[in-house]
């Protein structure tokens, strides 16, 4: 009996009301199937989440809609309808006490840098080239090979140890690999110098729902309410039953109250992250499976969002913070995301985003000296003087990006290998897969783990390896209409690393920009870019 004609009888069981979860949940059910989605908090959405105070809303980091994945950019579209709006972008770097544009300038960041940096940075280019690191295992070799050493250390380093919080040669060169892939200085100078129609077109708009990406995962709580399955929030997955054969037969979960109930269930689509998948299993997973789940880590984030009493403090909607001398890593300014985002026209709502380690200095600090030290480091940087910053409130985020350490990919093959012998049990998205995904990807996962509990056999651990991120490409692929999208310049890499605020890939990505790609001038103003074709339409 396969799992479609049992889920007439038994609904199918999605853990996680994040991108993946509801996305699993839509299709299922959009299918006729009936689908129980619980959710450990209080919001849907997860990482995507929008969360608000006094009525200002803002995401847990800025999150940008785009994709070359056509599906998945046709269910935004489908979901959002005129509530998906396009917002023109304007970010820069901030290292060295100086702004560069992003994307960058030449004039600008050889300006900003100075002759004879520039020269040393090009010569160290050169020897790089000459002489290639042979074995490129780590973040360092990989990019120092690419850039150059100067480079990497003038550009990448900093940011890269600042958000992820550890050395740059303790990270695989595997995730620049994934995330960077097709960059080269000379392709990204050529970018910023000559521009490319298909790239400049992108990065200058992006596609966003008018109130956050919350608006559009509680549009898809509230269709799967319509349709007849359910979304139990406050409800936690503790407990994954099986029968020792590859059949998950039923799961135990726990309600804000205590209350542990155990539920059968047709099949199982899992987002919640992978080691704790693992934990879960009833009867225990094996040894080997266990041990690998213990070795799978995490980087952790927390925003501390500020009420400022002036209405654009600055234009930008986001600033990369590559400086040292401050810990906060990007600024957000969510009016420019969406003016909706903010409910007093005078005032403005700043986000200041820290990576961290749950239990470390910044993650056990109090919210009242999170704000005080974000109101410094807002001085120091000469974007809002403390006297203006007038409330302020703290999100701690656990868990928001798997780490691409030395032992990741071994770990999450051995699991993967395990979870593969169940044939109702589906680990999707992004912790869920340890992987580095963006919605998009994370739901493709989804859907594809949907599909084949439907009858069709998909590769879901194949999403998002093999072809690359919008953000890390640096030239004109040519896209078509429906796969749309994603950018690619030096520019795009910086900033999507930093967009996700990856550690590995933000370091990696904006330095890149910032240096890599000696194009900078200041931009002072928005980019008038309402004519511009759309980043990921
Ligand atoms: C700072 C930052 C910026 C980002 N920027 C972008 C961007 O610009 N664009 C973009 O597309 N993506 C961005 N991303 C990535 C995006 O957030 C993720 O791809 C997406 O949220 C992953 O969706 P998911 O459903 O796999 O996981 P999550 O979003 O992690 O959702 C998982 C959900 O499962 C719940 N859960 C966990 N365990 C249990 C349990 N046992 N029982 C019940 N519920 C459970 C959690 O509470 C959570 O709600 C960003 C990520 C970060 C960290």
């Not at 006094?54 to 489908?78: M, N, P, Q, S």
């Not at 549009?219 to 799967?224: A, E, K």
């Not at 700043?350 to 005080?372: K, M």
Request: glycine share 8%; proline share 4%; charged share 25%.
């Amino acid at each position: 009996m396969n799992a479609l004609i049992e889920a007439q009888e038994v609904p199918h069981y999605v853990v996680g009301g994040g991108p993946a979860g509801l996305t699993a949940a839509l299709e299922l059910t959009e299918a006729g199937h009936r689908v129980d989605v619980v959710e450990a908090g209080e919001l849907v959405g997860g990482i995507a989440r929008t969360e608000q105070y006094k009525g200002y809303r803002f995401d847990i980091g800025g999150h940008r809609f785009f994709t070359k994945v056509g599906e998945v950019d046709a269910l935004w579209k489908r979901l959002m309808g005129k509530d998906f709006i396009l917002v023109p972008r304007l970010s820069r770097i901030y290292y060295g006490g100086k702004y560069y544009a992003y994307p960058l300038k030449i004039g600008n960041t050889l300006t900003n840098l100075g002759a004879v940096e520039s020269v040393r940075i090009g010569f160290s280019y050169l020897g790089s080239r000459i002489r290639p690191i042979r074995q490129e295992d780590t973040l360092d070799q990989w990019v120092s090979n690419r850039f150059g050493k100067r480079l990497f250390e003038t550009f990448f380093k900093t940011y890269t140890e600042k958000v992820w919080g550890i050395p740059c040669t303790s990270i695989q060169a595997d995730w620049a690999a994934q995330r960077i892939q097709n960059l080269s200085l000379m392709k990204a100078v050529k970018a910023a110098i000559f521009g490319d129609k298909d790239t400049t077109s992108l990065i200058e708009e992006f596609q966003y729902p008018r109130l956050g990406p919350g608006m559009m995962w509680e549009r898809v709580r509230d269709l799967l309410r319509d349709m007849g399955s359910t979304v139990r929030m406050q409800t936690r997955c503790d407990a994954v039953h099986h029968d020792g054969a590859g059949r998950v037969l039923s799961v135990s979960e726990c309600d804000a109250e205590g209350n542990v109930i155990q539920r059968e269930v047709a099949s199982l689509v899992n987002t919640m992250p992978l080691g704790r998948l693992v934990r879960a299993l009833d009867p225990p997973a094996p040894d080997a499976v266990l041990a690998a789940a213990s070795r799978l880590k995490y980087r952790d984030f927390l925003i501390v969002a500020v009420i400022v009493d002036e209405p654009d403090p600055f234009p930008d909607n986001w600033i990369y913070i590559h400086s040292p001398e401050v810990q906060v890593g990007r600024i957000q300014n969510f009016r420019s995301w969406s003016a909706e985002m903010v409910p007093d026209e005078n005032r403005s709502c700043i986000g200041l985003e820290y990576f961290c380690h749950t239990g470390d200095g910044l993650w056990s600090a109090s919210d009242a000296e999170l704000i005080e030290q974000a109101k410094r480091e807002l001085e120091v940087l000469g974007l809002v003087s403390p006297d203006n910053v007038v409330d302020g409130t703290v999100i701690r985020q656990p868990k928001a990006y798997p780490v691409y350490d030395e032992n990741y990919k071994e770990a999450v093959d051995t699991i993967r290998e395990y979870i593969e012998t169940f044939d109702n049990l589906y680990s999707v998205g992004r912790n869920g897969m340890h992987r580095y995904n963006n919605q998009d990807h994370s739901m493709l996962t989804a859907m594809l783990a949907a599909r084949n509990l439907m009858g069709e056999s998909h590769d879901v651990w194949n999403v998002n390896v093999e072809r690359s991120y919008h953000e890390e490409f640096v030239t004109s692929e040519k896209t078509t209409s429906s796969d749309a999208v994603e950018p690619t310049t030096l520019h795009d890499v910086a900033r999507e690393a930093v967009t996700e605020s990856e550690p590995s890939s933000q370091g990696v990505a904006s330095g890149v920009s910032s240096s890599a790609s000696p194009d900078g001038t200041v931009q002072e103003t928005r980019p008038a870019s309402r004519e511009r074709a759309l980043e990921n339409a």
